[in-house]
């Protein structure tokens, strides 16, 4: 996978999003990953380190969270959500599965400094 790619437009879309809220620093970013999107995090954090050297993002940190795996079934005809370890359908055992979505990559939120106050726009604040 293309992890360097992937980690200069996580980058430039962190640092645009910033500048919009003012903040002074970017600690960190948070990511939503299909189970199979191919996006391991600790490339985009290994390239992010090397990237962002001299940024407002220099010395971010990323969070990663995968995101279940939506199927249907072929035989029942239902669509669950099943992890990666267990691949068969929860209602009937089928393996014949279509995948409906599992390549997700989603840039979720940012945690900003601005102005030296700490700032989460999209949380709760809460960390
Ligand atoms: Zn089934």
Redesign the pocket.
């Known amino acids: 996978m293309h992890e360097l790619s992937i980690t200069q437009e996580i980058l430039r879309y962190s640092l645009q999003e910033a500048l919009r809220q003012g903040a002074d620093k970017i600690r960190t970013i948070r990511l939503r990953l299909g189970p199979f999107s191919g996006i391991v995090p600790e490339c985009i954090q290994m390239y992010l380190d090397l990237l962002s050297e001299g940024t407002i993002a220099q010395g971010a940190k990323i969070e990663a969270v995968t995101l279940p795996l939506k199927v249907r ?1 072929r ?4 669509e669950s959500e099943i992890t990666r370890s267990r691949i068969a ?1 929860p ?4 393996l014949r599965l279509q995948i409906l979505s599992g390549k997700e990559f989603i840039i979720e939120s940012l945690e900003v400094d601005i102005h030296g106050n700490q700032s989460s726009p999209s949380g709760d604040g809460m960390e």
Do not use: I, N, P, V
């Open positions: 079934c035989d029942c005809g239902r359908c209602f009937c055992s089928s």
